[in-house]
DNA sequence: CCCTGCGCTTTTTTT
DNA sequence: AAGCGCAGGG
């Protein structure tokens, strides 16, 4: 079956028994030793669904599975290995567990959106402005806290920095809020993971023996939490194999270490290492800037990759007059290919642009439209970030979980149907002083004297109105039931309300009924589907099944994504724009005295995801905020080139750049602003 | 309680 | 350029 294997990926496949670490550089193959060692396991005998393989997004999940069973062919049964990311192979184990851990069986689970609401009400209610503290900056704290398992007491006592401390109080408020709501966020189905297996021993007996070899792709990402899960399934029987290149970890600021990957023996004395430094993918220029860009990083394992694919077009430097200019000529450059004769020819899916910041695809797409290419822009501002469709959301999550106070507050009174600040206000007041959700005593606001009649009114016919939907849920289509809500609460009422213009009104409408479609498609392909299977999967797959809609809808289309999306994928002709000190290095990792070797590295994975040719494009200046910003050339690009000493003179020019800007705006913080009133109510505290 | 309009801030990457 | 928060009038 491995005939077509080179000795080094033939070892990793074969290995099958102990530990085993594959360094795995960029084009060696990676993906088809993993599944080639799955099929060969199964070959083996080992029962499929006694494998389990994770990966880094639900999308590398299933096609992983996918080529295993092509592998597999006949052999193919009913049983399968478990592929899945962390995170929802752990919803798996919690939803087994909730109880234990004071959870309900199923709980919500919050996403970036909610997380910022309840990191920015944890500001308010001790009392700091979003000034002082900004809602993403906690949010980063907390989760860096967190992926040490760092609760916020100690999170208070180890504290430094005012920054520190002011964010341990707001974690605390944070934590209690997700608690009271029996929600968690993504490092709460990691953390509580971790903490189930230390506190319930039995639980991870149990667990960690449904399985007997366990695979981990992408390990060079892997947090401490993830690490320390890995460590508790796999310690009993040791057959863990790890799959990652140190020399493309760009998740550094999510919490994860390199350190898991570069110490792996350390924990595995007996582990098997397989170094896999052929490369499959690029020509041999390509590679060559790769090499030559990525050993300016210290602190990696030593490895050059080997060309397989000899010669190929040098890659090419660029520089333009500003963004537009760039947008326009890659894009017309694209369209020449396009419309080539057949030796050159080529199909808007063999492009890639690739750029560091969600900001940046916004000129290149108005390019394409006008030029008429299709393409796919991944990630970005996801369909799941619109206010239409978290509004709907919303809805959802409260059907499905009356504890959800994010959920309940952000449609208490959208569409506005004259629940007021003030009466929330009150309602909230009642929920902390007898110590229960705020959706436990809406019932009892009729009663109450301190809420207007006509407010009274309006809450219970709100109540009526989602407990009937709730009654609703066990006997009725979700997209009838969903559909009658949208038309119920006259969303599109509200919309023509509230857009500025009618097509507006059509566009957004369009993303409401884009999430009925979810509905509907989830329904049809699911045995059993339930509104909470519903949020669960949007929640753990969020934006990427809708990407391969695209994807399905546009199959010849060029794509734009970031950096970071673009990892682990592979293109013919691959266009890195933007290559500019501030961009690429960002100007924040230049100020934030953090490592620019991330940056590199992903710079590193740009280049390694052109096969055939390559393009790295820079602009003299660039708009910011209505204004005209002077750029300077990447380091990377000298760096690149091999001159040294230009690289180190755009590093400090590029360093100076991002200080003065960072001055700049220190000043204008600290310039006396007009005296803002503060708000006199806040919201009551919790305990 | 709702809506409008003004003024201020905004600098990354995402499971 | 755009989104958010807030003040003030209906």
């Known amino acids: 079956m491995a005939a077509d294997l080179n000795p080094a990926q033939r070892e990793a496949v074969n290995t099958l028994s102990g530990p085993l670490l594959v360094l795995a550089g960029a084009g060696s193959g990676k993906t088809r030793v993993i599944t080639y060692r799955i099929a060969e396991l199964i070959r083996h005998r080992i029962r499929p669904e006694r494998i389990l393989a994770v990966t880094f997004t639900n999308k590398a999940a299933r096609e992983m599975k996918e080529r295993a069973m092509v592998l597999l062919g006949k052999r193919r049964r009913k ?39 309840v990191a920015r009400s944890a500001l308010r209610e001790i009392r700091v402005s979003s000034e002082k503290l900004r809602p993403g900056d ?7 806290w967190k992926s040490h398992s760092v609760l916020p007491e100690a999170a208070g006592e180890s504290a430094t920095t005012d920054k520190q401390i002011l964010s341990a109080l707001a974690y605390a408020k ?40 366990l695979l981990i792709d992408e390990y060079q990402d892997t947090n401490g939490l993830q690490y320390r899960i890995v460590r ?173 106070e994010v959920s309940l507050l952000r449609i208490i009174n959208t569409p506005s149907r004259g629940i007021g600040s003030s009466t929330i206000q009150t309602l909230l007041g009642h929920a ?66 509230l857009a500025s213009s009618p097509a ?20 049809a392909r699911t045995e059993e589907p339930t509104l909470f299977g519903f949020l669960e999967e949007t929640a753990l797959a969020g934006r990427e099944d809708l990407k391969d809609d695209n994807e399905k809808k546009q199959p010849n289309a060029v794509t734009l994504m970031t950096l970071h999306s673009a990892k682990g994928l592979e293109f013919p002709h691959v266009y890195m724009v933007g290559m500019e000190e501030g961009l690429l290095p960002h100007s924040r990792s230049l100020i934030e005295n953090r490592s620019i070797d991330e940056e590199r590295r992903l710079c590193y994975v740009g280049v390694t995801r052109a096969r055939d040719t390559l393009t790295l494009t820079f602009c003299k200046g660039r708009m910011k905020w209505g204004k005209l910003r002077p ?57």
């Open 79 to 117: 049983a399968t290995p478990e592929i899945s990311t962390f995170h929802a192979l752990c919803v798996r184990v919690l939803r087994r567990h909730a109880q234990r851990l004071g959870y309900p069986e199923r709980f919500p689970i919050y996403d970036r959106g909610d997380q910022e609401s």
């Open 138 to 144: 906690l949010l980063s704290q907390i989760s860096a």
């Open 174 to 213: 944070y934590r209690t809020a997700l608690r009271a709501s029996g929600a968690m966020d993504f490092d709460d189905l990691l953390l509580l993971t971790e903490q189930l297996f230390t506190e319930h021993p039995a639980v991870r007996q149990q667990e960690a023996g449904r399985f007997d070899h």
């Open 232 to 404: 508790a399934l796999a310690e009993g029987h040791r057959n863990l194999c790890v799959v990652g290149d140190d020399d493309q970890s760009i998740y550094g600021w999510r919490g994860a270490e390199v350190e898991h990957i570069l110490n792996f023996k350390n924990d595995w004395p007996e582990a098997t290492v397989v170094r896999l430094e052929a490369n499959y993918r690029s020509r041999e220029a390509i590679l060559n800037l790769a090499n030559v860009l990525i050993a300016h990083n210290s602190a990696r394992h030593d490895k050059v990759l080997r060309p397989y694919r000899k010669g190929g077009e040098p890659p090419r430097f660029v520089r333009f007059e500003d963004e537009n200019a760039e947008a326009t000529a890659v894009v017309r450059e694209i369209h020449q290919r396009v419309n080539a004769p057949p030796p050159d020819r080529a199909g808007p899916q063999d492009f890639a642009i690739l750029f560091r910041t969600n900001e940046q695809p916004r000129a290149f797409e108005m390019e394409l439209r006008r030029a008429n290419i299709p393409y796919v822009l991944v990630g970005g501002q996801s369909f799941y970030d619109r206010k239409e469709v978290r509004d709907i959301m919303a809805y959802l999550k409260v059907l499905a979980h009356p504890g959800d």
């Open 432 to 497: 902390v002083d007898r110590g229960e959700p705020l959706w436990n005593v809406l019932d009892e606001a009729a009663r109450h004297g301190d809420i207007s009649a006509a407010a009274r009114q309006r809450v219970e016919a709100f109540r009526q109105m989602i407990r009937r939907y709730r009654e609703r849920l066990t006997h009725m289509p979700l997209v009838d039931l969903v559909s009658d809500l949208i038309q119920e609460i006259d969303y599109k009422g509200e919309l023509e309300r």
């Open 504 to 523: 507006d009104v059509d566009v957004k409408f369009a993303a409401v009924e884009e999430v009925v479609n979810a509905i509907g498609s989830y329904a």
């Open 631 to 687: 750029s300077i050339p990447s380091r990377f690009l000298m760096e690149m080139r091999g001159e040294t000493d230009r690289a180190q003179r755009a590093a400090q020019a590029g360093h100076q750049a991002a200080l003065a800007a960072a001055a700049a705006r220190e000043k204008a913080a600290k310039k006396p602003k007009k005296a803002k009133k503060r708000r006199s109510g806040t919201t009551p505290r919790r305990r």
